[in-house]
């Protein structure tokens, strides 16, 4: 059964950077595209990036583009998502996912918290 861990979180002040990875393991799987995905407290899930397993094409919420960097690799089955210039409203549980073509979620890690205070 594949399962995705997340690492990387924590807490930050506003401008900071932070850098998360996700690493999917427990067999084979077929995915379009590795995700990052985040949810704060009383708010819906919101997408963030995602990066394509097959030619690399990338993806970005227009909230952090700009700003986040997300990249892969499949030899690995790791994505990361590296960020930067943070602020307060990037507080969010980030979670990883294997998302199909319209970058839906279909399987997803536990998350890993991240805080950016004022």
């Known amino acids: 059964q594949v399962r995705l861990v997340e690492s990387g979180g924590g807490l930050v002040q506003a401008g900071g950077s932070l850098g998360l990875s996700c690493a999917a393991s427990?067999?084979?799987?077929?995915?379009?595209?590795m995700g990052w995905f985040r949810q704060a407290p009383g708010k819906d899930r919101e997408f963030v990036a995602a990066i394509s397993r097959s030619g690399g094409n990338t993806y970005y919420a227009d909230s952090v583009k700009g700003r986040f960097t997300i990249s892969g690799d499949n030899a690995k089955n790791t994505v990361y998502l590296q960020m930067n210039s943070l602020k307060p409203e990037d507080t969010a549980l980030y979670y990883c996912?294997?998302?199909?073509?319209?970058?839906?979620?279909?399987?997803r890690g536990q998350g890993t918290q991240v805080t950016v205070s004022p």
């Open positions: 996912a294997l998302c199909n073509e319209r970058l839906w979620p279909q399987l």
């Open positions: 427990g067999g084979t799987f077929r995915t379009y595209a």
